[in-house]
């Protein structure tokens, strides 16, 4: 058993090859927490992960598509992208659909991702394989992140605006508010991309 | 899942998803059938299955059956779906007919 402490937020490419690098050492993945994944030991490559963004889905949804991908013959971890231990909490998510926007806590809240498991076959694991699909499934993340970034961009906007506050306070609020906008800027790319495919493919 | 209403013409993961489930079928029988039909050229994520498992359902061109265990949930083709699938077959015909028409039999 080998445990890991790590904490990803939002990136969560960068926990699905951290996760696929750990399989290629031979670690799978057994258990999740907050901030911790446990792994026990076996053979290198036995299986492939992708991470899934489903903090846009209502909580019934979210358990229907959890429910689907294990009948499907995968294993699947829920996994928070937050960082946040309150309990009795209720938040709003302008990305949400439907009653995706209303998360709570026991609910939907901290169980933002999914990491999903799979016996590697030598074929590359996707989850997501048209072109409309694949639009479809980056818009809320890309929304989420838009949520994350107009917040430091709206205060570094009032920092800058009071005169009697220091300069470096608009800056910092800024300069946070536009590295949330590299992913913003990132997603977007990939959905202009694959919309301009899905036009000419099907 | 972006069928054109006006031509009437569907994606090819929906063409495969309505003909796979004239036999009762779940989720991944659907991913199965398409890969062996189309010799691994088609392959379907569970992701994007998911997603057009439901748009049909909403459109009422496949239903699922309930067998009352609660396991592995099962799909079969609505009769609605079925007219559907007719009207595709007719349409790709017309278009191999056009198309053969101007380019010739020898590909």
Avoid at chain 1, 47 to 52: F, G, L, R, S
Wanted: include cysteine.
């Amino acid at each position: 058993m080998k445990k890991c402490y790590r904490y990803f937020c939002g990136l969560i490419d960068i926990q699905e090859s951290w996760l696929n690098k750990m399989a290629h050492k031979g670690y799978r993945l057994v258990k999740t927490g907050k901030l911790v994944y446990e792994f026990e030991k076996g053979i290198p490559d036995e299986y492939q992960y992708a991470v899934e963004f489903v903090a846009h889905k209502s909580y019934q949804r979210g358990e229907d598509y959890k429910r689907f991908l294990e009948e499907s013959g995968y294993n699947v971890f829920y996994k928070n992208a937050n960082l946040n231990y309150s309990i009795g909490k209720l938040k709003w998510r302008p990305y949400g659909e439907g009653m995706g926007q209303i998360s709570t806590n026991p609910g939907s809240y901290n169980k933002e991702l999914l990491i999903v498991e799979k016996k590697n076959d030598g074929k590359p694991f996707e989850l997501h394989t048209t072109s409309a699909d694949k639009a479809d499934y980056y818009k809320p993340i890309r929304n989420a992140w838009l949520t994350i970034m107009i917040l430091p961009l709206g205060l570094s906007l009032w920092r800058f605006m009071d005169i009697k506050a220091h300069p470096y306070e608009a800056v910092a609020f800024l300069i946070f508010g536009l590295l949330c906008m590299i992913p913003v800027i990132r997603y977007q790319k990939r959905i202009s991309k694959f919309s301009l495919q899905a036009k000419i493919e099907e | 899942m972006r069928d054109n209403a006006k031509s009437g013409a569907l994606t090819e993961v929906t063409f495969f998803v309505l003909i796979s489930l004239y036999e009762p079928n779940h989720g991944y029988g659907i991913m199965q059938f398409i890969e062996a039909k189309t010799q691994g050229r088609l392959i379907l994520g569970a992701g994007s299955l998911y997603g057009a498992i439901n748009a049909l359902q909403d459109r009422n061109w496949i239903m699922p059956l309930d067998d009352g265990t609660g396991r592995k949930k099962e799909y079969i083709i609505t009769d609605t779906g079925k007219e559907v699938v007719n009207s595709e077959i007719r349409r790709l015909q017309e278009l191999v007919r056009v198309a053969t028409d101007i380019v010739g039999e020898k590909i």
